[in-house]
């Protein structure tokens, strides 16, 4: 029906039409009304409905009239009104879904209760986690006009002497005396003239930015702050990208929140990752990688204070040449008495038949190489590993760490060795100093023991990359054959791929100095035929008499090798004639140190495989079992059963 005589309504609008769309609009507030009586939890989403039925209803109010106004197609103004009127019946199922699923009012209530019981815990923990950070804080010394000022050593008041060594077993240095120390302390600049000098070229020079990553486990609370504050205080911030420390799953609370709460304190990007199982120093040093953005990754120890001037060095060799990892000097931090103390700029890691990383002067040939300057690089057969810089790209490129390996122990021979054989260089930069606190033991337990670790992480590494030369470790620590080294098929596969060098070019070209010979006659016991005893260093040192027991088979202290210069040397000593025990012609053997450049003539033999006889070039004498353990040089008499030896191995 269509009242045309009415003034109200326009001529051609439909009065029912305006007058469903009204009660429908009245339904929709009623309901709201109602929702909102009932329960404050669906307010936001009523509104909305309500907007959106409103909302409607004008628009179709509109569109009807300037439809009829317009004298619009009717299809096309039906068209509309259905669709308007569909949205405007799921508008209103939508409300009644809301009122169905809603809660009741003393639901309601609980929920806002609990929610300020969150804040109102979250607000608490907050506060206890600021209060207990504080509380550590003023443990501590941040002033520098302390103890220890200027690397100065700090002792103790014998009174507390009970209580310094309680302390000390938490983390195996004095952890009183790092507590008396300032988070700040200062440091003397101890490069040398040439090597500040030399600091000029790094202002010209696009240094990269690094990413400097730290795991520590359980560490003390003072020495991780001053490692952090070192760093700081001592670094241009422009070069680091960022600090990222890893959490080894430690259990100490301060490592925790109040952790998480210092370290935004700092100027700088510090991340902190809490890891959620034990993973060890070489896994979580990868966790810590796979997070790093910068170009250069930098890993330090979590005990250690940087020195003035130490990063751009290392950064300025990495970014010269991509394939070179750099390693600082590393000097020491007593355990005792934290007194600084600078190591020698002419030292060298290398290794022995143990697989031990070990200390040893720069040869001649390398000071000769470097033209005798004392501010350049060293080019070191291995490195210690808990200090260096490596390009990012080329630590993942060379196979970063060895996921195979357990905890901590061996990582840095592995890398050492790889990096060297397969087309990269290692280097010590003297004009880059880091103290660190070398502990004489680890506080720290290992699952299955600590030799379980460690022989497992050395025997990977022997497996993978020495070759024939494996031998050596395995005669020097038997207990390493029984441990089960994992699969090593993709190690092997990196070393093929990546085609490096055998580990004889190693030790040719970069490390003809190793206690392991290049070229060798013969590797395990020197047993005499006349008896079951062998020669045995018997545990004793350079300057010390060799010793004969009974043979056990397994090598350690019985394990010798007849090199091809004629030497019969264990590990790094070698048999010589003691001409102190010189009495009646009757000439003693001792252990003597191995010469590592030229040999030592002294230390020569030749073996006659078919007599068994051990002569001794220089005096023309015989090894000669003397007694039940004695060992003399005595005049050779080929069927003497006392001079007669089999060497296990011995290949002419």
Same mark, same amino acid.
């Given at each position: 029906?269509?009242?045309?005589?009415?003034?109200?309504?326009?001529?051609?609008?439909?009065?029912?039409?305006?007058?469903?769309?009204?009660? !429908?609009? @009245?339904?929709? *507030?009623? =309901?709201? /009304? %109602?929702? #909102?009586? $009932? &329960? +404050? !939890?669906? @307010?936001?989403? *009523?509104? =909305?409905? /309500? %907007?959106? #039925?409103? $909302? &409607? +209803? !004008?628009? @179709?109010?509109?569109?009807?009239?300037?439809?009829?106004?317009?004298? $619009?197609?009717?299809?096309?103004?039906?068209?509309?009104?259905?669709?308007?009127?569909?949205?405007?019946?799921?508008?209103?199922?939508?409300?009644?879904?809301?009122?169905?699923?809603?809660?009741?009012?003393?639901?309601?209530?609980?929920?806002?209760?609990?929610?300020?019981?969150?804040?109102?815990?979250?607000?608490?923990?907050?506060?206890?986690?600021?209060?207990?950070?504080?509380?550590?804080?003023?443990?501590?010394?941040?002033?520098?006009?302390?103890?220890?000022?200027?690397?100065?050593?700090?002792?103790?008041?014998?009174?507390?002497?009970?209580?310094?060594?309680?302390?000390?077993?938490?983390?195996?240095?004095?952890?009183?005396?790092?507590?008396?120390?300032?988070?700040?302390?200062?440091?003397?600049?101890?490069?040398?003239?040439?090597?500040?000098?030399?600091?000029?070229?790094?202002?010209?020079?696009?240094?990269?930015?690094?990413?400097?990553?730290?795991?520590?486990?359980?560490?003390?609370?003072?020495?991780?702050?001053?490692?952090?504050?070192?760093?700081?205080?001592?670094?241009?911030?422009?070069?680091?990208?960022?600090?990222?420390?890893?959490?080894?799953?430690?259990?100490?609370?301060?490592?925790?929140?109040?952790?998480?709460?210092?370290?935004?304190?700092?100027?700088?990007?510090?991340?902190?990752?809490?890891?959620?199982?034990?993973?060890?120093?070489?896994?979580?040093?990868?966790?810590?990688?796979?997070?790093?953005?910068?170009?250069?990754?930098?890993?330090?120890?979590?005990?250690?204070?940087?020195?003035?001037?130490?990063?751009?060095?290392?950064?300025?060799?990495?970014?010269?040449?991509?394939?070179?990892?750099?390693?600082?000097?590393?000097?020491?931090?007593?355990?005792?008495?934290?007194?600084?103390?600078?190591?020698?700029?002419?030292?060298?890691?290398?290794?022995?038949?143990?697989?031990?990383?070990?200390?040893?002067?720069?040869?001649?040939?390398?000071?000769?190489?470097?033209?005798?300057?004392?501010?350049?690089?060293?080019?070191?057969?291995?490195?210690?590993?808990?200090?260096?810089?490596?390009?990012?790209?080329?630590?993942?490129?060379?196979?970063?760490?060895?996921?195979?390996?357990?905890?901590?122990?061996?990582?840095?021979?592995?890398?050492?060795?790889?990096?060297?054989?397969?087309?990269?260089?290692?280097?010590?930069?003297?004009?880059?100093?880091?103290?660190?606190?070398?502990?004489?033991?680890?506080?720290?337990?290992?699952?299955?023991?600590?030799?379980?670790?460690?022989?497992?992480?050395?025997?990977?590494?022997?497996?993978?990359?020495?070759?024939?030369?494996?031998?050596?470790?395995?005669?020097?620590?038997?207990?390493?054959?029984?441990?089960?080294?994992?699969?090593?098929?993709?190690?092997?596969?990196?070393?093929?791929?990546?085609?490096?060098?055998?580990?004889?070019?190693?030790?040719?070209?970069?490390?003809?100095?190793?206690?392991?010979?290049?070229?060798?006659?013969?590797?395990?016991?020197?047993?005499?035929?006349?008896?079951?005893?062998?020669?045995?260093?018997?545990?004793?040192?350079?300057?010390?008499?060799?010793?004969?027991?009974?043979?056990?088979?397994?090598?350690?202290?019985?394990?010798?090798?007849?090199?091809?210069?004629?030497?019969?040397?264990?590990?790094?000593?070698?048999?010589?004639?003691?001409?102190?025990?010189?009495?009646?012609?009757?000439?003693?053997?001792?252990?003597?140190?191995?010469?590592?450049?030229?040999?030592?003539?002294?230390?020569?033999?030749?073996?006659?495989?078919?007599?068994?006889?051990?002569?001794?070039?220089?005096?023309?004498?015989?090894?000669?079992?003397?007694?039940?353990?004695?060992?003399?040089?005595?005049?050779?008499?080929?069927?003497?059963?006392?001079?007669?030896?089999?060497?296990?191995?011995?290949?002419?």
């Amino acid at each position: 029906l269509k009242w045309n005589d009415s003034k109200d309504i326009h001529p051609y609008v439909n009065p029912f039409l305006v007058f469903i769309i009204i009660i !429908v609009v @009245v339904v929709v *507030v009623a =309901v709201t /009304v %109602v929702v #909102v009586a $009932v &329960t +404050v !939890v669906v @307010v936001v989403a *009523v509104t =909305v409905i /309500v %907007v959106a #039925v409103t $909302v &409607t +209803v !004008v628009v @179709v109010g509109c569109f009807v009239l300037q439809c009829e106004g317009m004298r $619009v197609r009717r299809d096309v103004c039906r068209a509309v009104l259905i669709t308007s009127l569909v949205w405007m019946m799921v508008d209103v199922v939508v409300l009644f879904h809301f009122i169905d699923s809603g809660v009741s009012t003393k639901t309601a209530t609980k929920i806002r209760a609990e929610r300020r019981s969150i804040d109102e815990i979250e607000y608490t923990a907050d506060i206890e986690t600021k209060a207990r950070l504080e509380i550590l804080l003023k443990g501590l010394s941040f002033s520098k006009d302390g103890p220890g000022e200027m690397g100065s050593p700090v002792h103790i008041d014998p009174s507390k002497e009970q209580e310094r060594k309680e302390k000390f077993k938490l983390n195996q240095f004095n952890l009183m005396a790092s507590d008396m120390i300032s988070i700040n302390r200062s440091l003397p600049d101890y490069r040398s003239s040439k090597c500040r000098e030399s600091a000029t070229r790094y202002k010209n020079f696009q240094l990269p930015l690094v990413s400097i990553i730290i795991v520590f486990h359980n560490e003390a609370w003072s020495t991780l702050l001053r490692t952090l504050h070192s760093v700081v205080n001592r670094s241009p911030l422009e070069l680091i990208k960022e600090i990222i420390l890893i959490d080894d799953l430690s259990d100490r609370p301060y490592l925790k929140k109040p952790l998480d709460l210092y370290i935004q304190r700092f100027p700088l990007a510090v991340h902190l990752v809490h890891l959620k199982q034990r993973s060890g120093l070489i896994r979580a040093r990868l966790e810590g990688s796979k997070l790093s953005k910068g170009k250069v990754l930098l890993f330090l120890d979590a005990h250690v204070e940087v020195t003035q001037g130490w990063l751009e060095p290392l950064l300025y060799r990495v970014a010269t040449d991509r394939k070179r990892v750099v390693a600082p000097i590393i000097d020491v931090i007593s355990d005792e008495t934290f007194e600084y103390i600078t190591a020698s700029d002419t030292t060298w890691g290398g290794f022995n038949w143990h697989l031990n990383f070990r200390w040893y002067p720069v040869p001649k040939r390398e000071m000769e190489r470097r033209n005798h300057d004392r501010s350049a690089p060293i080019q070191t057969p291995t490195i210690a590993g808990g200090l260096f810089a490596i390009d990012r790209q080329f630590f993942y490129d060379i196979g970063s760490y060895d996921e195979g390996m357990q905890v901590w122990g061996g990582e840095n021979l592995e890398i050492s060795f790889r990096v060297w054989t397969c087309g990269g260089s290692l280097e010590i930069h003297p004009c880059s100093r880091v103290g660190h606190v070398f502990r004489k033991q680890t506080p720290y337990t290992f699952p299955g023991g600590t030799a379980k670790v460690i022989h497992h992480n050395a025997a990977r590494t022997a497996e993978v990359w020495m070759d024939e030369y494996k031998q050596f470790f395995y005669k020097m620590v038997p207990a390493a054959r029984s441990v089960d080294v994992g699969d090593l098929t993709e190690r092997k596969a990196l070393r093929e791929n990546l085609q490096c060098r055998s580990f004889r070019w190693y030790l040719e070209n970069i490390y003809p100095e190793a206690p392991i010979p290049r070229g060798f006659r013969s590797i395990g016991q020197i047993k005499n035929r006349g008896t079951s005893k062998c020669v045995d260093t018997l545990g004793r040192s350079a300057g010390e008499a060799a010793g004969v027991t009974v043979c056990h088979g397994i090598g350690g202290n019985q394990a010798w090798s007849l090199t091809s210069n004629g030497e019969v040397r264990s590990d790094e000593t070698c048999l010589a004639p003691d001409r102190a025990a010189d009495k009646a012609k009757k000439i003693g053997l001792k252990l003597e140190k191995c010469s590592t450049t030229s040999v030592n003539v002294n230390h020569q033999f030749d073996y006659d495989a078919e007599a068994g006889l051990l002569k001794h070039r220089l005096t023309g004498r015989c090894i000669e079992l003397f007694g039940d353990a004695l060992l003399q040089l005595r005049e050779c008499i080929p069927t003497l059963d006392a001079q007669r030896w089999q060497l296990e191995g011995y290949e002419t």
